[in-house]
T-cell receptor, first 119, second 115 residues
Framework: AQKITQTQPGMFVQEKEAVTLDCTYD???????LFWYKQPSSGEMIFLIY??????QNATEGRYSLNFQKARKSANLVISASQLGDSAMYFC????????????????FGTGTLLAVQP | SQTIHQWPATLVQPVGSPLSLECTVE??????LYWYRQAAGRGLQLLFY??????ISSEVPQNLSASRPQDRQFILSSKKLLLSDSGFYLC??????????????FGPGTRLTVL
């Protein structure tokens, strides 16, 4: 079974509008972390935002926020006020288990969503 | 500040040739290190990780191997490349402890084409 599912292969959004990128996950571990990364055409993976399974509040980082719905196992990324520079591939990823001690902290990635911001 | 380097940036190799990709991290000590591969249009797949010098764990059995000869150096190797080894190889690091230990930070990647 897929651990991370991103159902939107591609998305269009108008500049200055908000956009939501979907991500659902599957795990039986009570401790886990959810990440979003941005991959522009250059190929580098840029960390955007992190949500821990025990975090009470949704994570926010500037124009990025993570809509964490634990019961539904979803961790959607919301980008407010889209900019042309936001055009890129976006990956949702999950770490199973705690992120401290000798844990592997390996990340399981979804297949990504290609976002195109239109002027 | 911490930086992560990978080289070469691009590589074209014939089938059956050897491979050596290098990753180095600056500005931190005893990081956890990771090698990922991204096939065209796909997500990332973890290949190897290391929690210390000489400590390598493999996630996917294949003709690749990894080594960590120094604390901040991670090397991905192959004795004989296959066509299926083509892809984008990304090295990543994470703080082993302390605050903000959750994020993995990625290098610029190496684009490998096997012909």
């Amino acid at each position: 079974a897929q651990k991370i599912t991103q159902t939107q292969p591609g998305m269009f959004v108008q500049e200055k509008e908000a956009v939501t990128l979907d991500c659902t996950y599957d795990t039986s571990d009570p401790s886990y972390g959810l990440f979003w990364y941005k991959q522009p055409s250059s190929g580098e993976m840029i960390f955007l935002i992190y949500q821990g399974s025990y975090d009470q509040q949704n994570a926010t980082e500037g124009r990025y926020s993570l809509n964490f719905q634990k019961a539904r196992k979803s961790a959607n990324l919301v980008i407010s006020a889209s900019q042309l520079g936001d055009s890129a591939m976006y990956f949702c990823a999950m770490r199973e288990g705690p992120g401290y001690g000798g844990a592997t902290n390996k990340l399981i990635f979804g297949t990504g969503t290609l976002l195109a911001v239109q002027p | 500040s911490q930086t992560i380097h990978q080289w070469p940036a691009t590589l074209v190799q014939p089938v059956g040739s050897p491979l050596s990709l290098e990753c180095t991290v600056e500005g931190t000590s005893n990081p956890n290190l990771y090698w990922y591969r991204q096939a065209a249009g796909r997500g990332l797949q973890l290949l190897f990780y290391s929690v210390g010098i000489g400590q390598i764990s493999s996630e996917v059995p294949q003709n690749l191997s990894a080594s960590r000869p120094q604390d901040r150096q991670f090397i991905l190797s192959s004795k004989k490349l296959l066509l299926s080894d083509s892809g984008f190889y990304l090295c990543a690091w994470r703080r082993a402890s302390g605050s903000s230990y959750n994020e993995q930070f990625f290098g610029p990647g190496t684009r490998l084409t096997v012909l």
